[in-house]
């Protein structure tokens, strides 16, 4: 069974930034897409970000597209999320998943594994 563990949330200041690392059990070039999405309370999930193993490419949803980056380290299984000029509108808990599907804009429809979740606060 696959596991990702997400690390790095916490507590940052609006304007501030934060680098979320994902963890995964196994290689992760045997998913064709890994990324982040995100849950606010009160509101639905939303894949924010993705990234095609195989090729590299990526996508960003609007909200973050120019503040948010997202990499990977092959040889550590890994998966990274750096966020920059954080708002009040990104807290939310993020999850580190992996796609069935190439990164896209519709990735998010195609959840195969996830994993237990960061909280991100960003204090206004």
């Known amino acids: 069974q696959v596991q990702l563990v997400e690390s790095g949330g916490g507590l940052v200041q609006a304007g501030g930034s934060l680098t979320l690392s994902c963890a995964a059990s196994?290689?992760?070039?045997?998913?064709?897409?890994m990324g982040w999405y995100a849950h606010a309370p009160g509101k639905e999930r939303e894949g924010i970000s993705c990234?095609?193993?195989?090729?590299?490419?990526?996508y960003y949803a609007d909200s973050v597209k120019g503040r948010f980056t997202i990499s990977r380290d092959n040889a550590k299984n890994s998966m990274y999320l750096e966020m920059n000029s954080l708002t009040s509108e990104d807290t939310a808990v993020y999850y580190c998943?992996?796609?069935?599907?190439?990164?896209?804009?519709?990735?998010?429809?195609?959840?195969?594994?996830w994993g237990q979740g960061t909280l991100v606060t960003v204090s206004s």
């Open positions: 196994e290689n992760i070039f045997n998913f064709n897409a």
């Open positions: 998943a992996t796609a069935d599907v190439k990164c896209g804009v519709n990735w998010f429809k195609y959840l195969e594994n």
């Open positions: 990234l095609t193993t195989a090729d590299g490419s990526t």
